[in-house]
C-alpha cells in the first residue's frame, strides 16, 4: 500500500478557520456525533450515487474531516485516485489513522479549498460534505471557482451541507447548528443561496437534488457540472 503523506501548503487565509465541531476538543468526537445524530451513511451513501460518471479516474474531496467520504468514494470506486483536502492538522491524524485501518490509499494533503494546490483540468468529480458553511460567503465563491478550475470539461461537483429549510420545524433545528457554528457563515445555507452562488462561479448547471430532514435542520444535496 502506497505511504500516506500529509502534505501542506502556505495558504493566505481570509475565513477565520472553523474546526468541524467549531472548538478542537470536540474534534475526536467528530465521527460518533455525526453518525449517531444526522444519518450520515444515507445522505452520504445518495451523494456518492448521484456521480454521473461511474468510472471516475480522480476525485477530490474537499474539507475531507475524518476522511469517512473519502473512504466512501475509494470503496464504490476502488479503481479511482483520491485525494482529501483539509486545512486542520488534528482532524488529518485522525483521518490519517482511518485509511490506514481500512488499508486504502487515499492521499491526505493540508490545504485551503479556496486556494487548491492542484493544476487546471484535474479531476471527474470533486465532493465536499458539511464543510461550506463554514465559509465566509466570499470564500464560498473563491472556493467553488476554485473547484470549477481543477474539474475537467464535464466534471462534477457532489455537495452535501445545510441547505434551505422546507418547513418551520428544519428551521428551528438549524439554530443550534448556527450558534455552534456561526450565523455569519451559515446564512447563506439557510437562504438557500448556494446555488446562485455555483452559478455566479462558471457552473452551468446546478441542481438540488434532495434534502434530508435531521435534528440539525436540512441537509441539502446539490451538484453541479463544468460544461
Same mark, same amino acid.
Given at each position: 500500500?502506497?505511504?500516506?503523506?500529509?502534505?501542506?501548503?502556505?495558504?493566505?487565509?481570509?475565513?477565520?478557520?472553523?474546526?468541524?465541531?467549531?472548538?478542537?476538543?470536540?474534534?475526536?468526537?467528530?465521527?460518533?456525533?455525526?453518525?449517531?445524530?444526522?444519518?450520515?451513511?444515507?445522505?452520504?451513501?445518495?451523494?456518492?450515487?448521484?456521480?454521473?460518471?461511474?468510472?471516475?479516474?480522480?476525485?477530490?474531496?474537499?474539507?475531507?474531516?475524518?476522511?469517512?467520504?473519502?473512504?466512501?468514494?475509494?470503496?464504490?470506486?476502488?479503481?479511482?485516485?483520491?485525494?482529501?483536502?483539509?486545512?486542520? /492538522?488534528?482532524?488529518?491524524?485522525? @483521518? &490519517? %489513522?482511518?485509511? =490506514?485501518?481500512?488499508?486504502?490509499?487515499?492521499? +491526505?494533503?493540508?490545504?485551503?479549498?479556496?486556494?487548491?494546490?492542484?493544476?487546471?483540468?484535474?479531476?471527474?468529480?470533486?465532493?465536499?460534505?458539511?464543510?461550506?458553511?463554514?465559509?465566509?460567503?466570499?470564500?464560498?465563491?473563491?472556493?467553488?471557482?476554485?473547484?470549477?478550475?481543477?474539474?475537467?470539461?464535464?466534471?462534477?461537483?457532489?455537495?452535501? /451541507?445545510?441547505?434551505?429549510?422546507? @418547513? &418551520? %420545524?428544519?428551521? =428551528?433545528?438549524?439554530?443550534?447548528?448556527?450558534? +455552534?457554528?456561526?450565523?455569519?457563515?451559515?446564512?447563506?445555507?439557510?437562504?438557500?443561496?448556494?446555488?446562485?452562488?455555483?452559478?455566479?462561479?462558471?457552473?452551468?448547471?446546478?441542481?438540488?437534488?434532495?434534502?434530508?430532514?435531521?435534528?440539525?435542520?436540512?441537509?441539502?444535496?446539490?451538484?453541479?457540472?463544468?460544461?
Amino acid at each position: 500500500m502506497k505511504k500516506i503523506i500529509i502534505k501542506s501548503k502556505t495558504m493566505a487565509t481570509s475565513t477565520t478557520y472553523i474546526p468541524a465541531l467549531k472548538y478542537n476538543w470536540l474534534t475526536k468526537f467528530y465521527d460518533f456525533l455525526i453518525q449517531a445524530f444526522l444519518k450520515e451513511k444515507s445522505w452520504k451513501t445518495y451523494l456518492i450515487e448521484s456521480f454521473s460518471n461511474k468510472s471516475p479516474q480522480s476525485i477530490l474531496d474537499i474539507g475531507t474531516g475524518t476522511a469517512t467520504l473519502s473512504i466512501m468514494v475509494k470503496q464504490a470506486y476502488p479503481q479511482a485516485n483520491i485525494a482529501g483536502l483539509d486545512g486542520d /492538522d488534528k482532524i488529518l491524524v485522525i @483521518a &490519517k %489513522s482511518k485509511v =490506514l485501518q481500512q488499508g486504502l490509499n487515499i492521499d +491526505l494533503i493540508r490545504g485551503m479549498s479556496y486556494e487548491l494546490p492542484f493544476p487546471d483540468n484535474h479531476f471527474d468529480v470533486v465532493t465536499s460534505s458539511l464543510m461550506i458553511h463554514h465559509l465566509s460567503d466570499e470564500d464560498k465563491v473563491r472556493t467553488f471557482e476554485e473547484v470549477f478550475r481543477v474539474l475537467k470539461p464535464g466534471g462534477e461537483f457532489c455537495i452535501a /451541507d445545510w441547505g434551505k429549510p422546507d @418547513a &418551520k %420545524s428544519s428551521r =428551528l433545528l438549524f439554530y443550534w447548528v448556527q450558534f +455552534l457554528d456561526g450565523f455569519k457563515t451559515t446564512s447563506s445555507n439557510v437562504k438557500g443561496l448556494l446555488p446562485k452562488f455555483l452559478s455566479a462561479s462558471g457552473f452551468a448547471i446546478v441542481n438540488e437534488l434532495k434534502k434530508y430532514k435531521t435534528i440539525g435542520g436540512s441537509i441539502s444535496i446539490y451538484k453541479a457540472r463544468k460544461v
